[in-house]
């Protein structure tokens, strides 16, 4: 197996984890703010840098989804549940809703403690103003993040209007309501369940846990330096997930968060008595492996159906992004009929930009007798769908079948034809 240098990582382990969560957090938020990805509630599709990702655009959403899957597999089998530990808002939010707790209420005051104990609430913090400050705090705190899921239905700007109580055609009517759903089950999350969550009721980590292997990232415990620990217990007091880090299994509930290790380390640092570092670290690889030579090359074996998934997903994603159809023609038959005889088309036309767009219509392989065309030239001030009606002249068309072409262009290089036959019994 291979062990990195404890001394040179113990002690940046904490700072490091909260930068990578406080950037997660501010991706989440980037995210949909930046219009890199969100959901379109009103034409009801995935919107990707201003772009319209229909379920027709196969080769985009295939291969995205062949891409994040198989990368995900190659994370997990090699850090196993590190996500958790270090990328995962719950545990975040988790995280400092104890902390604030610890700071407000006393060190030792728990919620929703397992073993059914009072909340040990510190007698000079037990009046009801930290209560009032605690539950205000966590309540503001729930508005704000009840508000990220929002950004990824609508604009930044409808959600200012929404804010600050304005009319906005954008808004859905029943958004206040939707809004107060999300503020309660943040703070109960916040307030009451916060790593119960990661213990008991989260699927995710059990998905994870399908990946883990000997061979992943786990904590491994010094036993040859046993005697520094016998009756010390800090680094168990320090596991959010309550689990002794010097008894590890494959399968446990362990998030490689790393804090068991910096705990040990600083205390280590800070004692006369205990020698050299922490008796925590972290090792990857098995006992047959020797230095990071025989690692990399047992992760690159493990890894390589994986890795060959995600390189093809991600030329099959980059492939659709290419070929990426900015607009859509379709012509269907419509309800005009005339008689028995069908006389009408219905020629749809859709915008998948959010830009404003001018298409220009025309029918090949008629005469213009033939038929009329409602309107020849649209306009799109942004994404959406627009009809053209398509009337045949039953009087000048001679019996049988004719083959027309509807052709669709905006001018900005996209160009797409539709080709249809239509029957004509005779004037």
Known sequence: MWRPDVDAYAGRLHPARRAVQLLTLALLVAIPVSGLFRIDPVDGAFVVAGRQIWFSDAFIVLGFWIFVA?????????????????????????????????????????????????????????????????????????????????????????????????????????????????????????????????????????????????????????????????????????????????????????????????????????????????????????????????????IATRSRAALAFTIAGGAIFFFGLTHYEPMHLAVYRSEAWQGRD?????????????????????????KEGDYTLSARRLHFDGPGRKDVALTMNKARLSRGLHRFRVVADNGQGWHRGFTAVHYAAGG
């Open 70 to 298: 198989s990368l995900l597999v190659i994370f997990y089998s090699l850090a196993g549940a590190a996500f958790c530990g270090w990328m995962c808002p719950q545990n975040t939010l988790s995280e400092w809703a104890n902390q604030i707790t610890r700071s407000m209420l006393g060190r030792n005051a728990r919620i929703m403690d397992m073993t059914g104990d009072d909340v040990q609430i510190a007698l000079r913090r037990s009046g009801w103003q930290n209560k009032v400050a605690l539950f205000l705090l966590l309540l503001a705190v729930s508005m704000v993040v009840a508000l990220v899921p929002l950004l990824y239905f609508y604009p930044p700007s409808a959600i200012w209007s929404f804010l600050t109580f304005r009319e906005d055609p954008r808004l859905a009517g029943s958004l206040h309501w939707i809004y107060t759903v999300c503020v309660v089950v943040v703070f109960l999350d916040v307030a009451v369940i916060r790593h119960l969550m990661c213990r008991y009721m989260c699927i995710y980590r059990i998905w994870q846990h399908s990946f883990k292997t000997r061979d992943t990232l786990r904590v491994r415990y010094d036993a040859a330096r046993a005697d520094d620990c016998a009756r010390c217990h800090y680094c168990v007091d320090h596991c959010f997930v309550d689990i002794d880090p010097r008894n590890t299994e494959v399968f446990d509930s362990c998030v490689n968060c790393g804090a068991c290790i910096a705990a040990c380390d600083e205390l280590h640092r800070r004692s006369r008595k205990l020698q050299g570092g922490s008796l925590l670290h972290f090792v990857i690889g098995g006992e047959k492996h020797r230095g990071i030579h025989d690692t990399l090359s047992s």
């Open 342 to 366: 069908l006389i009408g088309y219905r020629i749809e036309v859709a915008n998948k930009l959010y830009a404003p767009m001018d298409v220009r219509l025309e029918v090949r392989g008629l």
